[in-house]
């Protein structure tokens, strides 16, 4: 089992950085992929972004591609979303999870999560 804690939003302008770290306890955090979602007012759960217990493989949603960079010190236990030229609509409250097995897109596939960092990016 593993426990995350998310960290690092806030409120920034438009075209600023922001970059949100995930805390993980537990003994086998290299064993799980991590992904990144948020949820926006009123909208449904969206994935972002995901990467691999190794590091070598990520995965990015279009909205975000070339924006935001997904990256993990597994010493640490620590995975991080590193967010450029953010963007009004990417407000949301954002949250990480982990799962074991391959990468996935789907928030259904991911057995632990997060209670979620803030972030608010005004125009």
Known sequence: QVELVE????????GGSLRLSCAAS??????????WFRQAPGKEREFVS????????TYY???VKGRFTISRDNAKKTVYLQMNALKPEDT???YCAARPGSL????YAYDYWGQGTQVTVSS
């Open 7 to 14: 960290s690092g939003g806030g409120l920034v302008q438009a």
């Open 26 to 35: 537990g003994r086998t955090f290299t064993v799980y992929n991590m992904g």
């Open 50 to 57: 995901a990467i691999s217990w190794n590091g070598g493989a």
């Open 61 to 63: 949603a279009d909205f």
């Open 92 to 94: 949301a409250l954002y």
């Open 104 to 107: 996935s897109s789907s928030r």
